[in-house]
């Protein structure tokens, strides 16, 4: 698992071809705790506590991959979208590309 925090991650599904695409100003260690919290505690709190549950899923947290690292929030906010919206096999619940035009500043 990638360490460090301020990055934009990836977490694969163990039974699907799909990803959850993230990022988070924690540390690595600290933001998966939370993602199975969520998953246990609150299956309707994100899309891949979702995915987890609706859809009988597991995560894949020994595979993370880190896809940017910046001490930049809107940086890694913007970086994330991008991610996001060039992703095919997506567990996250995609946004209009307004919201990422005009909600990040660079």
Known sequence: MGEGS????????LHCIKKYIGQTSQLM???ITGHKSDT??????????????AEDQKMVYDDI???ARSNNTEKNTFLEMFDIFKEK???NKKQSPEILVTSTRM
């Not at 301020?6 to 599904?13: D, E, F, H, K, S």
């Not at 246990?40 to 549950?53: D, E, G, I």
């Open 6 to 13: 301020n990055v934009v991650y990836g977490i694969p599904c």
């Open 29 to 31: 260690k600290n933001r």
């Open 40 to 53: 246990k505690n609150y299956p309707q709190r994100c899309a891949l506590a979702t995915h987890s549950n």
């Open 65 to 67: 991959t880190i896809l």
């Open 89 to 91: 096999n997506l567990i």
